[in-house]
């Protein structure tokens, strides 16, 4: 059986991309939780929250490093692999990313120095701002890359130039690209997907050393913290996810059929599969649990209106259903079960039952696996479910692809960069395990100790490095009385 060019580069880009995915919305979620840990220590001056300011930060920057590192290799691939879709989104994607690279990497990239390294080089104000800094850069960057995606979903503000290959989208109208029909929709959902992946990734950990009876106090904080940020994520995905659902229903219509196994458009209220497998010869939903009217209730709003079905859409523009239709509802599942433990975890922690509940702590210590899978299996069901089109209704995924693209050649990468991709998690696994293994630092009253007071003071050099903190003059002043000796 010959090798087929197109499977394998669409193998290929889906593979380095899920696991480039594995880093972005930690990096986001992770960064969120940073401020709210220096703000608090900012505040409170209480050394626990210095401890957890600086333990995180470092496990923020081993992630930031493979985000970046894995992420290089797309750009590549829209070169090689997929020259024919480069040129027609040239003009589109030229934009949208330039705006990423420019107001969000280098902002990001910029203050992450100041925040890894500048503990005891800058004041407390000028490395909180630092940290505000490198998390709004993480949400920058999540902005405009998810506004060239959205652009492909739902196509707006551009016309067609050109004809057979090198015909392209043109911007006409840049702020209708931006605040095409979907991004704003997508983009909520990617930011309550980041901020779950970042609270259970923090609850995980947390929850380990508790379980192992180690830096308790500090693990107490980082979990509450956490949980706090989990719990909006939890709440919040539901509803990101239901306005999308929407915008899906009125402009990809075949995506929402295929998602739903909702092959027959019929005259009354669409029913919504809880459960089942779809047959795609057979027509129908096999072994399912379903709720009727529903599907057309949440489409839109009423149990009148009949949803679209796969028998109005052109046999040739179907999607994949199995796919779609599977990761879709595995991903609902998976954030239902999120959103139940993060409730189960705060009636316990108002009954001061938690930290005892060590079955439940083991529970969160694997948890962490829910949102990696669910922030994956999200993008799976809207890629796919997005097929045959790989810019909706204007360019079809095959005829994106290279004319001079050769399957061995696309075959011998793919097995490379498996083998680099393999060495890479196993460096960030083993790295990560190292960080946590060690702990935080056990900081004193007087730590952690900022030497200048500001960032012109260390660019000058006039930072006094060796000079007392200011809880250190604070508890002089205290021990002289009002009336001693200055």
Do not use: C
């Not at 380095?16 to 220590?41: D, Q, R």
């Not at 997907?193 to 192992?212: D, E, K, P, Q, T």
């Not at 009949?306 to 609902?332: A, N, Q």
């Not at 696994?429 to 730590?447: F, M, R, S, W």
């Amino acid at each position: 059986m010959p090798l087929d060019a197109l499977m394998l580069s669409r193998l290929q880009f889906a593979f380095t991309i899920a696991f480039h995915y594995l880093f972005p919305p930690l990096t986001i979620g992770l960064g969120v939780l940073l401020v709210m840990m220096e703000t608090m220590f900012h505040r409170t001056r209480l050394p626990i929250y210095g401890s957890m300011a600086r333990f995180w930060t470092k496990i923020f920057a081993v992630n930031f490093a493979m985000g970046v590192a894995t992420g290089i290799v797309m750009e590549f691939e829209f070169g090689t692999n997929w020259a024919t879709y480069s040129r027609f989104v040239g003009d589109v994607f030229g934009s949208a990313l330039a705006a990423e690279g420019i107001f969000a990497f280098f902002l990001e990239s910029g203050f992450l120095a100041v925040l890894v390294f500048g503990w005891d080089r800058v004041s407390p104000r000028m490395h909180l701002f630092s940290t505000v800094m490198v998390a709004l850069g993480g949400i920058f960057s999540s902005i405009w890359i998810t506004v060239a995606n959205s652009w492909q979903q739902t196509p707006a503000g551009h016309h067609l130039v050109g004809e057979g290959l090198m015909r392209r989208a043109e911007i006409v109208d840049f702020w209708a690209m931006v605040f095409n029909p979907s991004s704003v929709p997508r983009l909520l959902h990617v930011w309550t997907g980041s901020f779950l992946l970042g609270a259970f990734f923090v609850m995980s950990i947390s929850a380990w050393y508790l379980l192992r009876r180690r830096h308790e106090e500090f693990a107490r904080r980082s979990f509450t913290l956490a949980l706090a940020l989990g719990t909006v994520g939890a709440l919040a995905a539901p509803l990101t996810g239901d306005i999308q659902g929407k915008v899906v229903a009125k402009y990809q219509p075949a995506k929402l059929a295929a998602f739903e196994g909702h092959f027959h458009t019929g005259e009354g209220p669409a029913p919504l599969y809880l459960i089942g497998w779809p047959d795609v010869e057979a027509q129908q939903v096999r072994y399912g649990i379903a709720i009727p009217g529903l599907l057309s209730f949440l489409a839109h709003g009423d149990l009148s209106t009949p949803v679209t079905g796969l028998d109005r859409i052109p046999r040739d523009e179907w999607p994949p259903v199995e796919i779609p239709f599977l990761s879709f509802h595995l991903m609902v599942g998976l954030g239902l079960t999120m959103l139940g433990l993060v409730v189960l975890a705060h009636l316990l922690r108002f009954g001061g039952r938690l930290w005892r509940q060590r079955w439940l702590l083991w529970v969160f210590v694997f948890a962490v696996l829910a949102p990696y899978a669910a922030n994956l299996l999200g993008w799976t069901a809207a890629e796919v479910g997005r097929q045959p089109w790989v810019v909706y209704g204007l360019l079809r995924t095959a005829d994106g692809l290279s004319k001079s693209v050769a399957a061995e050649h696309v075959l011998a990468s793919i097995l490379m960069f498996g083998v680099i991709y393999a060495l890479l998690f196993a460096v960030w696994v083993y790295v990560l395990n190292d960080k946590i293994q060690h702990g935080p630092e056990e900081l004193t009253a007087d730590e952690p100790r900022y030497a200048g007071r500001g960032l012109l003071a260390t660019i000058t050099g006039l930072a006094d490095r060796s000079g007392p903190s200011l809880t250190q003059v604070r508890k002089w002043i205290a021990r002289r009385g009002p009336g001693g000796k200055h």
